[in-house]
């Protein structure tokens, strides 16, 4: 449990886990704490916590959780024992407050909480507002709670922004949600994830993955070895994402007894997929006509979701992306979401989305040309 005190004072010595402050660091936190002063902010907020022990994982190695905080935020934080002392702007102080103690109780229940953890609490905290911007109108009645989590018998998978937060909560919501945006922002790590969540909890029977093998022209026959050895190099990433959240065992067990289905799209046609989690990975590279056959694939009792990014479309010249045309035509059908990433939603880590950030406001090449 944490305790809040404004306009508390602590003293004593800060943590000695922190290494001594570079200089240009050193001054950053000296003219935060000026500017406070000088607008009349000298009384710091001050956080109690219960469990010493708890305080050390939140303040991370060497306090590097602290200082992300600090640094992102524009504060200057005092550590003494269980007590967290906070020096700033009004609203930027309420933000870590709110950060620190969301994070303790995330270590309090069991959760393992490093730098991801703690930029991710903070844009939540931050831009709350942000999940009626990337929940479409049809989904905007869906409640989105701070940070949402996936619990597996492997782990438990915590939202690290907003949207991923929004998309979350559509996909409890809804029987079909689509998720476009960059490269880096969950979107199918996050599908897997909760597909496997809801195998496990037996609220589906099976789960079953697939992707259009556009690289190969869908043409597999013409491929060595079996069909399982013709498309794994076109599916892999789905199977990174389920060995990630699942046990290798269950997961090899499941491909065994046909529980994990992974197939490329071509082998969806003529079938009717019900009582199961169904995910479309990268269907920018989908034709209207096959995204139309996958969609109407759906049966009793299953869920579907569908991912891809817009601006990596593979298809040939001259054919429309039926990604886009979907989300198009279906936009306010009742039990239709689609959660739209952005840059700032990236994950992987911050140079992949200034590099998403870049290509996005760099002209297009017919704008350059003309």
Do not use: W
């Amino acid at each position: 449990m944490a305790r809040t005190s404004s306009g508390g004072r602590v003293t004593g010595k800060a943590s000695g886990r922190r290494p001594p402050l570079t200089r240009g660091r050193k001054a950053a936190s000296e003219e935060r704490a000026n500017s406070s002063s000088a607008n009349g902010r000298e009384e710091p907020l001050v956080v109690f916590f219960d469990d010493i022990r708890l305080v050390r994982d939140l303040l991370g190695d060497y306090d590097a959780n602290l200082a992300v905080l600090e640094d992102r935020l524009g504060i200057q934080a005092v550590v003494n024992g269980n007590v967290v002392s906070l020096r700033g702007p009004e609203q930027s102080r309420e933000t870590a407050r709110s950060v620190l103690e969301q994070l303790y109780d995330r270590l309090a229940q069991g959760e393992m909480i490093g730098v991801g953890e703690v930029v991710g609490a903070i844009r939540h905290a931050r831009t709350p507002e942000q999940v009626a911007e990337v929940v479409e109108a049809d989904a905007k009645d869906a409640k989105v709670p701070a940070a949402q989590q996936i619990r597996t018998r492997k782990r438990l998978i915590t939202a690290r922004t907003p949207a991923q937060s929004a998309y979350l909560s559509a996909l409890q919501s809804h029987d079909l949600v689509f998720a476009t945006g960059p490269a880096g922002t969950g979107k199918t790590y996050l599908a897997v994830a909760f597909a496997a969540a809801c195998m496990e909890s037996g609220k589906c029977d099976r789960l079953i993955l697939s992707r259009p093998a556009v690289e190969a022209g869908e043409r597999l026959g013409f491929l060595p070895g079996d069909m399982r050895e013709k498309v794994d190099p076109y599916l892999r990433p789905l199977y990174d994402a389920l060995y990630d959240v699942l046990a290798p065992e269950r997961v090899e067990r499941g491909l065994a007894t046909g529980m994990i289905e992974i197939a490329p799209l071509a082998f969806m046609r003529g079938r009717t997929l019900s009582h199961a989690m169904i995910i479309l990975d990268e269907a920018q590279n989908t034709t209207s006509m096959q995204m139309k056959m996958f969609l109407t694939r759906i049966g009793e009792g299953s869920k579907m979701i569908v991912t891809g990014d817009p601006t990596q479309i593979d298809l040939p010249a001259g054919k429309d992306s039926g990604l886009l045309e979907a989300v198009a035509i279906l936009e306010g059908i009742e039990d239709v979401a689609h959660i739209a990433f952005t840059g700032r939603d990236v994950v992987r880590r911050e140079l992949v989305g200034k590099i998403v950030d870049a290509y996005e406001a760099a002209p297009k090449r017919g704008e350059r040309n003309g």
